[in-house]
């Protein structure tokens, strides 16, 4: 009887390797039909240098699943506190925009001389990073005090060289 019971509660998984491309060279297009959100997980390792992992499990019947894990090695040149999923039509789309200088492109280069920001990942659904949120918090509690420092700074050069009034 035991055994009967063992075998009906045993799962069976269908591992396969999803069809991937990459598009215009910042985006990944993973296709997972009939995966729903629910279904995965996205987890941005070792950010800075690593790896970004993908895994998905889907019920297929009773005993069956279906289930894939795909690993994307960061490049050095990712924004990793930018990086974007978004499940759509069947087709998980992953952005790991690169970095742009502030700094003029070089002669023949190919590079944006602009910078841009956003939101921290941490911040996204779907995203996980066991590591990035105390550094967001630390990062941005550097920025805001070094903000009130220079402002502190003027104002007491202000007071003290342009006399009281204003």
Known sequence: METQIEETCKLYY??????????EHETLEIHLQEFKKQH????????????????????????????????????????????????????????????????????????SNTTSSSMPSSYLLDIQSPSSRPEVNTKLALQVAGVLAVMVASGAYAYRHCGHAW
Do not use: H, Y
């Not at 269908?14 to 598009?23: A, H, Y």
């Open 14 to 23: 269908d591992d396969f390797e999803p069809f991937c491309q990459w598009k």
């Open 40 to 111: 995965l997980r996205i987890l941005v390792e070792k950010p800075g240098a690593g790896v970004v992992t993908i895994t998905g499990e889907r019920p297929l019947d009773g005993t069956r699943r279906s289930r894939f894990r795909k690993q994307i090695k960061i490049p050095r040149n990712c924004k990793t506190e930018e990086i974007r999923a978004m499940l759509g039509g069947g087709v998980l789309q992953i952005r790991l925009p690169k970095q742009t200088s502030a700094f003029p492109a070089k002669p023949g280069s190919t590079e």
